[in-house]
């Protein structure tokens, strides 16, 4: 089962910040948080992940509060070509690191 | 990041027939592969995860001997619905993780194979 909840939808005006939260209040002290975007009929894409240091990379930036139990990806400026399902994930630590999709947030980017 | 490839990207088929969907990993060697299903506005379901050379194991509530999969290669995955009905109609994703290196830690996905059962 899923260990994210995050809001259904959100909308963001094109190139500010699109900040989207993820509550993980049952994370385990050695599983990562993922995130990934899901572009309509195609297969998922990696953004980023962190295990409780803030991550940043060419897509976004991670924020993960300093008791794990959420976290925020930052998209610094977003354009059209964001709007997506952004899904954050908790990565099951066992043999086979599976990852359980919660519902996912819709990004709708705004012109 | 890692490519990963599926084929047929779309299969139309009869009811009662069985349907081959191949999940390969192009650049990198894949211990692990995971195969998903995902309904129309719906989030997507772990359904097994395969390793090579090993039995796959099924999440609760999927049928094993309906749906076969195989991971006989490090870059190879196949999943066959058999004897498939309208009700696995349906988007099949799959990705893969590497051992080492390469796909360690991240799950590359696949484009998906979008299955319609007439």
């Known amino acids: 089962d899923a260990k994210t909840t995050q809001p259904p939808s959100m909308d963001c005006a094109e190139g500010r910040a699109a900040n989207l939260p993820c509550n993980h209040s049952t994370i385990s002290g050695n599983e990562y948080v993922y995130w990934y975007r899901q572009i309509h009929s195609q297969g998922p894409q990696y953004i980023i992940h962190g295990l409780k240091n803030n991550e940043t990379n060419e897509m976004a930036s991670l924020i993960i509060t300093e008791d794990r139990k959420s976290s925020t990806l930052i998209l610094p400026h977003a354009t059209l070509r964001d709007t997506a399902v952004y899904y954050c994930?908790?990565?099951?630590?066992?043999?086979?690191?599976?990852?359980?999709f919660g519902t996912g947030t819709s990004l709708t980017v705004i012109p | 990041g890692a490519v990963v490839s599926q084929h047929p990207s779309r299969v139309i088929c009869k009811s009662g027939t069985s349907v081959k969907i191949e999940c390969r990993s192009l650049d990198f060697q894949a211990t692990t592969m995971f195969w998903y299903r995902q309904f129309p506005k719906k989030s997507l379901m772990l359904m097994a995860t395969?390793?090579?050379?090993?039995?796959?194991?099924?999440e609760q509530g999927v049928e094993k001997d309906k749906f076969l999969i195989n991971h006989a290669s490090l870059t190879l995955s196949t999943l066959t619905v058999t004897s498939a009905h309208p009700e696995d109609s349906s988007f099949y994703i799959c990705?893969?993780?590497?051992?080492?290196?390469?796909?360690?830690?991240?799950?590359?996905f696949g484009p998906g194979t979008r299955l319609t059962v007439l």
């Open positions: 395969s390793n090579e050379g090993s039995k796959a194991t099924y």
């Open positions: 994930i908790v990565r099951v630590r066992s043999t086979g690191n599976q990852f359980y």
């Open positions: 990705s893969a993780r590497g051992g080492s290196g390469r796909g360690n830690n991240e799950q590359f």
